[in-house]
């Protein structure tokens, strides 16, 4: 008879790996890289497969020990006898009258009565003949109503965890070690200067460099749900592994957001007079802007940029005229229907789903910057409830270091439209 506790740990420790193997399949569909997410998912997924054969190691051996001496007392404990009873029984199967009947069988077939001393009596190998063939002859059939609904192919998720802008400024850094609700981050708000020297020896040009600080403030954020011990133990697929997956998901987005707007709300506010507009709806207006505001962020920050954020409204309004424009047999950019990633003139264009619509920013991704330590996943047990307790959550903190290396730019009126160089072919051909 199998060790029910090694078999729960060996269920277990096959839905950590199928946990981990959906996490890498559903990155590999995407084409993209973990995001922090999910790596403290994985990294607690290890995690507990290590808690697991801390526990399963040693029942092991203790069953390898079983099976050892199981098989040097066979030969003293069953013999002849017991070959003789299952002759006897092999042919019919062994019909009790009651559960009572098939109990006692049981506990004699284990070695477990006693006489009417109190000494334990030996097994009895008929007994053990007629309850292995009983068992034996157990089958699904006999039991329709114990088998669980089958529930096929996997849970149908409708979130998307990905982090595009977090990702585009250089990813969340790590602020596991920082102290305090709040950190500073330096930045030079002085530099030293260099000029000519005006006649021999005289001074040089001379000015101290001064240091100050960009100060982010932490934010804890997460989720937390009470799930019954029988939601956990009852559900197929687990809605553990399932509820863990959509917590940490919904933390991706929920942090993902919030740097969004205040990226967008920042821009507005620290660079009021770095904003340019699309004098008009064609391809030649777009370039004409995003030429102007490029100039802005380099002369305010001394920075090219390297970034185009803009919201999923304005993706679907410039993708069509960059993907059938011709600019002199060059390329304007690229866009695509299955993907947010793309460029506008070798710049890479990020689509943020949570920007307000009318958004387009161009600028440094060095202007934003995201700390984050993952605090993943917490559990406490109810025993009294039967039930289990779970939050998953972190802290983050972002906020601009140099808001003056991003231009916002104000779309026209009802979108864009072909070039007039596009639209002149068009009518020439026609």
């Known amino acids: 008879m199998p060790n029910p506790v090694l078999v729960r740990l060996h269920e277990d420790r096959d839905r950590q790996f199928q946990f981990i193997d959906e996490t890498l399949s559903r990155v590999d569909a995407d084409g993209r890289d973990l995001v922090d997410a999910e790596l403290a998912n994985l990294t607690a997924a290890r995690e507990a497969v290590a808690r697991l054969d801390a526990q399963i190691g040693p029942l092991e051996q203790f069953e390898a020990l079983r099976d050892d001496h199981s098989s040097a007392v066979a030969p003293y404990r069953q013999g002849p006898a017991i ?6 029984v092999r042919g019919a199967v062994a019909q009790y009258g009651s559960p009572g009947a098939f109990l006692a069988d049981y506990i004699a077939a284990r070695g477990l009565m006693t006489d009417g001393r109190g000494s334990r009596l030996a097994a009895d190998p008929q007994a053990q003949a007629r309850v292995q063939y009983a068992l034996q002859n157990q089958i699904t059939d006999d039991t329709p109503g114990l088998l669980p609904h089958t529930i096929s192919g996997n849970v149908v998720n409708l979130i998307d965890a990905t982090r595009p802008f977090v990702t585009s400024v250089g990813g969340a850094r790590p602020m596991s070690g920082i102290p305090g609700k709040t950190f500073g981050r330096p930045k030079i708000t002085q530099h030293t200067l260099a000029g000519e020297q005006t006649a021999e020896k005289t001074e040089l040009p001379s000015r101290k460099m001064i240091i100050g600080e960009v100060t982010f403030t932490k934010k804890t954020k997460g989720g937390a749900v009470d799930v019954s011990r029988q939601d956990i133990d009852w559900s197929s697929p687990a809605a553990w592994d399932i509820l863990i997956r959509d917590l940490a998901d919904s933390y991706a987005i929920d942090t993902e957001n919030e740097a969004a707007d205040a990226f967008v709300t920042g821009a507005a506010s620290h660079a009021p007079n770095q904003g340019t507009a699309v004098a008009g709806a064609t391809l030649e207006d777009w370039s004409t802007s995003l030429y102007q505001a490029a100039g802005l962020v380099y002369a305010s920050s001394k920075r090219l940029p390297d970034r185009l954020w803009i919201s999923t409204d304005q993706w679907s309004a410039v993708g069509p005229l960059f993907d059938t424009a011709c600019c002199n047999g060059g390329s304007v950019g690229s866009s695509s229907l299955t993907s947010f990633s793309g460029n506008m003139f070798n710049v890479d264009r990020v689509v943020v789903p949570s920007f307000p619509a009318g958004t387009v920013i161009l600028g440094w991704s060095g202007a934003y910057e995201v700390y984050e330590e993952v605090i993943g996943l917490l559990t406490a047990v109810e025993p009294s409830l039967l039930g289990v307790e ?18 916002p730019i104000t779309p026209p009126v009802g979108g864009v439209t072909a070039s007039r160089s596009a639209e002149r072919s068009s009518r020439k051909e026609s």
């Open 390 to 407: 779970v939050a998953y959550g972190g802290y983050i903190a972002f906020g601009f270091v140099a808001a003056e290396g991003v231009a």
């Open 83 to 88: 070959e003789r009873a299952t002759s006897a």
